[in-house]
């Protein structure tokens, strides 16, 4: 019995590309095949498309879910060469370049470009993704909001100062940009959203806490940013521990290790009891990486990342390219030694654009060209007027922070946002934060299960 191949639209003689995830590099890949005569199927296990730089404002209440998400099929509405298609990969036949469905359904391609993206690491330690979620997708940041919000409502019912402490502490394991943005959103709320909402509990009380590994926060940035995004969080309130590494989470908190530099080889070891924990500390690649690397021959680096060539295809199958979050991949300076692209939204796109571009020079029988990624610097803010900005000129960098990179950080991210609807709802709902200090996306749902019952980890793959 044979499996169905889904109708997609082919046109006899035309080549048929599919894409797997329509993440950033997905979507990027696709747009660039726009007038091109070729057939391409985009298929993701989502049916919209996710602006994540902004996916924790939806996780603190500050947006809606629509106003950082796009439907898929109306970004492609009148690009008439491209089919989306909502549904999960399980297998890729590489021998008959077949691409299988969890419905049984299988697609067949001629290039196929993989960009199922990323999902949460927590170093072999899954069972702790059941009290700290991390943030990736919309489910993430709903039950994020969830608990956030939970935690307030059950220490204004808790009679117990103990218990009432244990609910209002807030940790973030990790402090990237998303752990930093976190920490310092969760601050405003606990300071300016919510006081006089509660008759018990003083929401200025919560203790927000954010646990780093290494010595400083924002590792990807310059040392003096770092510094200056350290001293911001602690004029928010947030407790900054740096060098200190999580040991265990259960229901009751976790268990950190902290070492001094002075002395790294004797940690002390203390408990946080905490019922609200945000997972912040560790990307893994899609398991569909090691599966593909299995399939080819190729091989993935210790985040399951598969190792591409310069042209962002596999070695030795030239007519699959892996892009984004879930390819090891490096740019090619003429000049320069090769250096790893970051795992950040600008690359996915820019492998994107690249990768089609190879193929069209595939399809005209002209050779492909290395992948060179053009670094435009990083942003990450940290609250309300702070944030803090590492930019590449040809003139060398530009470093600042403060208000003036508030703004920067504010106005780039409505940019780079998908649709004029979706630029125009988070300028309003941002200005009108911004006065009012007011976070209108606070509805919750599961309040049955309570604030402290977290729900079995997922089992479902990540996108593609």
């Known amino acids: 019995m044979t499996t169905p191949s889904i109708p997609t639209g082919h046109t006899p003689q035309r080549p048929r590309i599919v894409i797997i995830g329509c993440g950033f590099g997905g979507l990027e890949a696709a747009r660039a095949l726009q007038g091109a005569a070729v057939d391409v199927t985009l298929v993701d296990k989502t049916n919209h498309h996710l602006f994540q730089p902004l996916l924790y404002q939806v996780a603190t209440a500050g947006l809606s879910a629509p106003a950082i998400a796009a439907p898929i099929r109306h970004l492609f509405r009148r690009q008439s060469n491209v089919t989306t298609l909502l549904g999960e990969v399980t297998c890729i036949d590489v021998a008959r370049r077949d691409v299988h469905l969890a419905d049984g359904s299988h697609l067949p391609y001629d290039h196929l470009i993989v960009a199922a993206g990323a999902t949460h690491s927590y170093f072999g330690r899954d069972d702790w993704a059941a009290y700290a979620p991390g943030l990736k997708t919309l489910d993430d940041a709903f039950e994020i909001r969830r608990r956030v919000l939970l935690a307030f409502e059950a220490a204004e019912k808790e009679p117990d100062p103990a218990r009432r402490a244990d609910w209002l502490n807030f940790v973030v394991v990790g402090a990237g940009p998303t752990g930093v943005e976190m ?112 399939a ?13 060539a310069p042209d962002l295809a596999l070695p030795g199958h030239p007519e699959i390219s892996v892009i984004g979050d879930l390819a090891a991949a490096k740019s090619h300076r003429p000049g320069h030694e090769p250096t790893p692209v970051p795992g950040v939204s600008p690359g996915a796109k820019q492998m994107g654009r690249a990768t089609a571009a190879n193929i069209l020079r ?69 200005a009108w934060a911004y006065w009012s200090f007011a976070r209108y996306a606070r509805v919750v749902t599961g309040i049955e299960g309570g604030p402290h019952q977290p729900p079995a980890p997922s089992s479902a793959k990540p996108p593609g």
């Open 183 to 294: 920490a310092g959103t969760l601050a405003e709320i606990a300071r300016h959203t919510l006081p006089g909402e509660f008759r018990h509990i003083d929401p200025a009380s919560a203790k927000i806490i954010l646990l780093e590994g290494g010595a400083r926060v924002l590792q990807a940035m310059p040392e003096a940013l770092s510094q200056r995004a350290k001293e911001q969080l602690e004029k928010l309130g947030v407790d900054v521990r740096l060098n200190a590494r999580v040991t265990a989470i259960d229901a009751q908190g976790l268990r950190v290790e902290s070492a001094s530099p002075a002395q790294p080889s004797n940690p002390n070891s203390y408990q946080i009891n905490s019922k609200c924990i945000v997972w912040a500390a560790g990307v893994a690649a899609s398991p569909l990486g090691r599966h593909l690397a299995e």
């Open 296 to 308: 080819t021959g190729a091989t993935t680096d210790r985040a399951g990342r598969v190792v591409v």
């Open 362 to 430: 595939r399809l005209a029988g002209q050779p492909t060209q290395p992948f060179r990624y053009r670094d435009y610097g990083n942003l990450a803010t940290i609250g309300r007027n702070s944030a803090v900005v590492d930019l590449t000129s040809p003139a060398g960098p530009v470093r600042f922070s403060g208000y003036f990179a508030w703004l920067f950080w504010l106005f780039a991210h409505v940019y780079f946002l998908i649709g004029f609807r979706n630029r125009l709802v988070v300028l309003l709902d941002w």
